[in-house]
């Protein structure tokens, strides 16, 4: 079992930037694929990125592609969304997610993750 942390959210204008960190707890954390969903009030949970076990494949919903940035680093068991050129309709609580997998895919479904952090709230004014 491996437990998030998701951390780095806040108040920031549009077109400012944050860096929203997820630490996991658990010596396998290499066997994970990793992503972020949002979820603004009112909405569903939607996806925003992923990567896989290795950090060697990406995937971002198109809303932030060329905006936002997923990296993981396996020895300080982190991953981070680097989040640039914000929007307003950024704003949302933001969830780190971990997929146990022998995969080297990654996920970017709500369905196929295992496990899930608490949220860290990101809010965009304009």
């Known amino acids: 079992q491996v437990q998030l942390v998701e951390s780095g959210g806040g108040l920031v204008q549009a077109g400012g930037s944050l860096r929203l960190s997820c630490a996991a707890s658990g010596r396998t954390f290499s066997t994970y694929a990793m992503g972020w969903f949002r979820q603004a009030p009112g909405k569903e949970r939607e996806f925003v990125a992923a990567?896989?076990?290795?950090?060697?494949?990406?995937a971002y919903v198109p809303s932030v592609k060329g905006r936002f940035t997923i990296s993981r680093d396996n020895a300080k068991i982190t991953v981070y969304l680097q989040m640039n050129s914000l929007k307003p309709e950024d704003t949302a609580v933001y969830y780190c997610?971990?997929?146990?997998?022998?995969?080297?895919?990654?996920?970017?479904?709500?369905?196929?993750?295992?496990?899930w952090g608490q949220g860290t709230q990101v809010t965009v004014s304009s």
């Open positions: 990567i896989n076990r290795s950090g060697s494949t990406t």
């Open positions: 997610a971990a997929k146990l997998t022998v995969s080297p895919g990654l996920a970017t479904t709500y369905s196929a993750y295992d496990y």
